[in-house]
Every structure is written in structure tokens, then in C-alpha cells.
């Protein structure tokens, strides 16, 4: 039987913050554990709580972002909870008002052709491309807890990670797929990684998801919910939630009952696991924190969150395909990191200003970038978020494009100039001019290599004027490109290909 799935995730990103949210301290991974505290994020008795401001600012950016609201005023409250991560037994969070409130975004998803619905079945991906919007709920900022090392029979505690700022995005149920939730994962880390305020490293928990599912029959509304905790990966997060949304239809299916509780994604396994019974808002007890004010935004506050925003990577991809002409996925992989796309404006802001046309300008660099360029990326270990560091830096790129979109050089040339590039640290027009380079274009030189190539291909000639007699046309055409590739082969790819075939027909006929 078919069922309708509803999914909605809670996304918590480490902000950038040099210390935590709360206190002081140094926030970074990796450290030595339990050196970066104090006593407000051990939770002594008697110690205040400051809130970090740059906190509260990077938390309304991505709000913003997200089309949140942002209100007039907002506050924290005491979460309870009893467990080693956290010392004083309580986080401090928001719940009643956050900071952001009421948003949008807009993912790519896909229709079911057969039926006209995206109903949630596991594994299903088929059918046609479309814009779904996913409610955010709200986005609130609170502390992080601790991270508890389990090794046999012992558990470890390091506190490090202990009130370093986090911001919780929680969305309403509107997602139906695993694949839509991992778009819509994959689209929030872009944004934050564009933003500037979360790396984004699901890897190192700065980003990590708890996903929240239920299924019923089409048009009942939600069924019992299950939450998926602590999902390091998109991946997982598709896994995981279609996973789920298989054995949930099975124990329908069976006649038995869902129950309301937390599961953990084994991994080694591809399965969910029991965690514990699912906790409700009430089992928190929160209540307003006593030791921080209310914050109410000013005007400057308000203006230096908009005025930190940047445009976003769905939006920038866009105008790349309608103004340039780049098709989806050229835009889609030049947009991947901030970095990239920067690089790639800033090249073709200067092939544009040595004379080249923007649209083609803006193809032969996507071209170098996404082929040549990514290749020695990856050779030289170089991440594409630090394209910034690359020696061929994007006024180099783009005097490479001009010089090929000029006739200047040939492909071949060029590519052995990036190489001279990066081993050198020269601009490619210093190379060229030192090894001597530039297109040959004088007729007489030309005609010189080509009377050696038709000495030593003279069969190949002799066959060529065979077939333009017997109206091989085909035939023909091909010998001549074998003999133009002579040609360019013994003068180290700086002939004119032009000039060469048009000497090389004339012997020909």
C-alpha cells in the first residue's frame, strides 16, 4: 500500500564565532580536550552568561537568507536535561521567540508522472523536475553541548565543544523523499558556506541533521513521528529517512502500530535503531533565562545584517545560465563554493576588458575551470574553497583565454603555458615570449614545414589527390586533417592550422 510521507529537519550549523556564545572561550575544532573552558561553560555555581553579538548577527544572516522575519525582540530560555554533555543540567536556547521566523526556501524535487503526486516511497526518484518550497519554521540560537567519547567500557567528556555557538534551523514537515531532503541539506550548507558563518563540515559536526518522519494514508495528515539523530552526511540523511519510510509503511502494512520514538542511523548496518522514546516540548520545562535581557535589534544591527549578505549560490547559478549562457550544470559546479564562482566572474571580467565577447569569454573559462583547472586542483591537493591560492590566478586565465580567442596560441600551447605557469609563477605572456610561443602565421615559414611534411608523407598525398579525383570527398577531408596535424606536430603546435591546410590543398590539387 502507498503512503504519504512528511519530513522535516532540524539542521544545527557551529557558527564562525571566534568564542563561544555564551562566555570567552576560544571556539575551534580540534583542539586539546577540555582546554578551551571556563566556569560559565563548565556551569559553575554563580557564573553569568554574556550573549556573543557576532553570534546573534551571523544567526540573523542566515535567517535572512532562508526569508525568515526577524522580530522586534527575542529571548533566551533554560532547556532541562539531565546528561554528562552538559554540566549545569540545562541549555540555554530559545524556544518562545526566536531570532528567525516564518521563512521559505525553494528546492529542486520531482514529480511522479504516473499519478501526478510525490507520494514518499523509498528509492523513488523518477519522474518530472520542479520547485517545491520547504517551510522554515524558525531558526533559534543556543549553546552546543559537550561531545562524549565512548571507548569499551568507558566514556570520555570533552567539554570543548560546550557552548560554542550554535543556530538550529528547523523546518515545517513539507518534504516527502530522502532525495528532497538531501537537496535541501545540500543547498542550506552552500548558503552558509557562501554566507561566511558555518564551514559546513558535516564531517566534524559543524553541520548535522536530526530528521524527523511520518507516513499515512494520502490526505490524513501526519502520522506518529519518528526523529533520526545526529545524520553527519547528506547521504545518510537520504538513507536514512528512506530507510525509515520503508519500515514504517511495512509495520502498516503488518497491521502494527508506530511508535513515537528516537532512532539512531547505523551506518555499517543501513538501518535505523532504537535510541530512546521521543521526548516532548513539555519534557524540557523550559523558562525564560534569568541571568541574559531580552535582545530587541536596533536600526545598525539590522542594517549590518543586510548589509553582510551576499547572493546566494541558487541565484548566482541562475543569472549565470539566463545573462551568459551557461547551461544547469556549468552553473551548478561553478556556484559550488563562493571562491569558485568569484574566480570565475573575476577572469571573465578580464577576458571582457582585453576584448572578448562575455558569452564566449564566459564558456572557454568554465571550460578551462572544469576540465584543466579541476584536474590540477585535485593533483595538486588544492580544495576548490582555496582557488584563491592557485597560481593561475584568474587575470592569468583569462590573458590565456584571450591569447587562444585571439589566434595569438593554440589550445596545445596553452596548456603547456599553464603548466610553465604554476612551475614558474609568470604571467602566461612573459612564458610565451620567453620560449617563443606565439602562432606562427608567416606564410613562408609555413610553407617550409609543409614541404617537409609532404617529402615524408608523400604516399599520403598521392592517396589525398586519388580520392579528390575520384570524388572521395570524406576520404579526402581526412587525409588533409592527418596532414595539417603533421604540420602542426613539427612546429611544436605553433603553425596556423588555416594557413597550413590551405597550402596543403594547394599541393593536393
Known amino acids: 500500500m502507498q503512503y504519504q510521507s512528511f519530513i522535516g529537519l532540524e539542521v544545527h550549523i557551529h557558527l564562525l564565532t571566534k568564542t563561544k556564545v555564551f562566555c570567552g572561550c576560544r571556539s575551534a575544532f580540534g583542539d586539546e580536550p577540555n582546554t578551551n573552558v571556563c566556569p560559565v561553560c563548565l556551569g559553575y555555581p554563580g557564573v553569568l552568561p554574556s550573549l556573543n553579538i557576532e553570534a546573534m548577527r551571523m544567526g540573523c544572516m542566515v535567517a535572512r537568507a532562508l526569508n525568515c522575519r526577524i522580530p522586534e525582540k527575542t529571548w533566551f530560555e533554560r532547556k532541562q536535561y539531565f546528561y ?8 540555554i536556547s530559545q524556544f518562545a521567540c526566536p531570532l528567525g521566523q516564518e521563512g521559505y526556501v525553494d528546492i529542486e524535487s520531482k514529480q511522479d508522472l504516473a499519478d501526478g503526486t510525490a507520494l514518499g516511497k523509498a528509492g523513488h526518484s523518477s519522474g518530472m523536475a520542479f520547485k517545491k518550497r520547504v517551510r522554515i519554521k524558525e531558526c533559534h540560537l543556543e549553546e552546543d553541548a559537550g561531545k562524549m567519547i565512548h571507548t569499551g567500557s568507558v566514556s570520555l567528556l570533552d567539554y570543548n565543544r560546550a557552548g560554542v555557538s550554535l543556530l538550529e534551523i528547523v523546518t515545517e514537515p513539507d518534504m516527502e523523499t530522502g532525495e528532497e531532503a538531501e537537496r535541501f541539506i545540500q543547498q542550506l550548507r552552500r548558503t552558509v558556506r557562501y554566507l561566511g558563518v558555518c564551514d559546513g ?10 530528521a524527523n518522519v511520518s507516513i499515512n494514508f494520502p490526505g490524513k495528515g501526519l502520522g506518529r513521528k519518528v526523529e533520526i539523530k545526529n545524520l553527519n552526511s547528506s547521504r545518510f540523511v537520504r538513507l536514512g529517512l528512506n530507510y525509515e519510510i520503508q519500515r514504517q509503511g511495512e509495520m502498516l502494512d503488518a497491521g502494527k502500530t508506530v511508535v513515537q520514538e528516537t532512532r539512531l542511523w547505523n551506518e555499517n548496518r543501513d538501518e535505523t535503531m532504537p535510541m530512546r522514546t521521543k521526548e516532548n516540548a513539555q519534557d524540557y520545562r523550559y523558562f525564560p533565562e534569568p541571568d541574559l535581557p531580552v535582545f530587541s535589534p536596533d536600526a545598525a544591527f539590522l542594517k549590518s545584517v543586510e548589509e553582510s549578505l551576499v547572493e546566494l549560490p541558487v541565484s548566482r547559478a541562475k543569472r549565470f545560465e539566463k545573462d551568459l549562457g551557461l547551461n544547469g ?6 556556484c559550488e563554493e563562493k571562491a569558485s564562482a568569484d574566480y ?4 571573465l571580467s578580464a577576458a571582457v576588458s582585453a576584448g572578448l565577447e562575455p558569452k564566449d569569454a564566459a564558456l572557454r573559462i568554465v571550460n578551462w575551470l572544469l576540465q584543466d583547472i579541476k584536474h590540477i586542483l585535485s593533483r595538486e591537493g588544492i580544495p576548490l574553497h582555496d582557488i584563491g591560492s592557485f597560481k593561475l590566478n584568474p587575470k592569468r586565465l583569462a590573458a590565456l583565454v584571450a591569447l587562444v580567442g585571439g589566434g595569438q596560441i593554440s589550445v596545445k600551447i596553452a596548456k603547456q603555458t599553464l603548466e610553465a605557469v604554476l612551475a614558474e609563477d609568470k604571467d602566461p605572456e612573459v612564458i610565451i615570449k620567453e620560449r617563443g610561443w606565439e602562432r606562427l602565421s608567416d606564410p613562408a615559414k609555413i610553407a617550409e614545414i609543409v614541404q617537409a611534411v609532404y617529402k615524408a608523407e608523400e604516399a599520403a598525398f598521392a592517396e589525398a589527390r586519388e580520392a579528390a579525383a575520384g570524388g572521395n570527398g570524406k576520404r579526402r577531408q581526412t587525409l588533409t586533417a592527418f596532414l595539417v596535424g603533421k604540420v602542426l606536430a613539427a612546429s611544436s603546435g605553433r603553425a596556423d592550422p588555416k594557413i597550413a591546410g590551405a597550402q596543403i590543398e594547394a599541393l593536393i590539387h
Open 84 to 91: 554528562p554533555d552538559m554540566t549545569k543540567n540545562y541549555q
Open 201 to 210: 563540515n558535516m564531517e566534524e559536526g559543524s553541520l548535522r541533521a536530526d
Open 329 to 334: 550544470e556549468q552553473a551548478d559546479l561553478v
Open 344 to 347: 570565475f566572474e573575476a577572469a
